[in-house]
């Protein structure tokens, strides 16, 4: 049985469909599987164009991708959640309390997964081995500034603005690939 990552941002049109492709890419050959959503998503809209470059650069088509709204059973299932924002954070914890000790902002993620620790004595569950060793790592580590842990929302800007977003995705990916392959 493979573990799910969830990305989740406001519209799942930008920055969630980015990361769910790019994780794919980076991921790709561990047991995850990626998915995303939105906190207030319309069902069955097209990736943003700029969004849809992007993943097409990961070698994947984009254009079957169709924008869902986040609901309770998409967080149940996740074995990790990541959202772009604190707000995102706060709503995913609110639907669905249970989530709570394995949902983190994206970049809050990231930083954590590179200060982590790689388990001593992984479970044979490496996506679940690296969330908990993240969250060891939460309480050695000073807390950020507010606003620090949002990943900005390129809705509005330029195709530059879209690149920039996705190589933050990308370096906030990274960290979680590494600490599953020690985890197993």
């Given amino acids: 049985m493979t573990d799910r990552v969830l ?10 469909p980015m990361a ?11 047991p995850v599987t990626v998915q995303s959503a939105g906190t207030d998503a319309v069902a069955g809209l097209p ?3 700029y969004a849809a470059d992007i993943a097409a650069e990961t070698g994947a088509d984009p254009t079957d991708f169709r924008s869902r709204p986040l609901d309770a059973e998409h967080l ?22 249970s989530v709570l000790h394995r949902t983190f902002t994206l970049r809050q993620f990231g930083r954590l997964a590179a200060a982590a ?14 969330v908990e060793a993240a ?5 050695r580590l000073q807390p950020a500034a507010p606003g620090t842990d949002d990943l900005r929302d ?12 996705a190589e933050e995705i990308e ?14």
């Fill in 76 to 97: 149940a299932g996740a074995t990790l959640v990541l959202t772009a924002t604190r707000r995102q954070r706060s709503v995913c914890t609110a639907l669905a309390p």
């Fill in 117 to 130: 620790e790689p388990p001593e004595d992984p479970t044979g569950d490496p996506l679940r081995a690296a």
């Fill in 154 to 165: 390129p809705i509005g800007g330029t195709a530059a603005d879209f690149r920039r977003c």
């Fill in 171 to 184: 370096r906030s990916i990274r960290p979680l690939a590494a600490l599953i392959m020690a985890a197993g």
């Fill in 7 to 16: 990305f989740v941002c406001h519209a799942n049109l930008c920055r969630s």
């Fill in 135 to 139: 969250a060891l790592a939460r309480g």
């Fill in 20 to 30: 769910e492709y790019l994780a794919r890419k980076v991921l790709a050959g561990r």
């Fill in 47 to 49: 990736m943003h164009p």
